[in-house]
């Protein structure tokens, strides 16, 4: 399970960056003075480690391109809790919408 696991992770990072790079580069050509937020990634199987690299690479990747980009903002959410199905629980997404709200800027 853990090589198939790797290979899958393997083939959606190149395709996940991508899409991310371009989605924001679509938002700033929409509207150039838009505030973009790049939420993190959480892992919801943290006993993976071919899930912990992706992540890890996925919020690193997601950090780099708020730094690269004006008014684009990485916004980690490493503390957020999750249930038994990997989705974030109710004070997960309280978490999640705090750090949000740190980040607007108004």
Same mark, same amino acid.
């Given at each position: 399970?853990? $090589?198939?696991?790797?290979?899958?992770?393997?083939?959606?990072?190149?395709?996940? /960056?991508?899409?991310?790079?371009s989605?924001?580069?679509?938002? #700033?050509?929409?509207? @150039?003075?838009?505030?973009?937020?790049?939420l +993190?990634?959480? =892992?919801?199987?943290?006993?993976? @480690?071919?899930? /912990?690299?992706?992540?890890?690479?996925? =919020?690193?990747? $997601?950090? $780099?391109?708020?730094?690269? =980009?004006?008014?684009?903002?990485?916004?980690?959410?490493?503390?957020? #809790?999750?249930a038994?199905? +990997? %989705? @974030?629980?109710?004070?997960? %997404?309280?978490?999640? +919408? #705090?750090?949000?709200?740190?980040?607007? =800027?108004?």
């Open positions: 399970i853990t $090589s198939d696991m790797a290979k899958i992770c393997d083939r959606i990072y190149p395709q996940t /960056t991508s899409a991310l790079i989605v924001v580069q679509e938002i #700033r050509t929409l509207n @150039p003075d838009a505030q973009i937020i790049l +993190g990634y959480t =892992n919801p199987v943290p006993l993976l @480690p071919e899930w /912990t690299q992706l992540f890890r690479r996925l =919020n690193a990747l $997601s950090k $780099s391109l708020a730094a690269q =980009n004006e008014n684009v903002t990485y916004v980690p959410i490493p503390y957020t #809790r999750t038994n199905d +990997g %989705h @974030p629980t109710v004070s997960g %997404h309280k978490y999640i +919408g #705090r750090q949000i709200l740190k980040a607007v =800027n108004y």
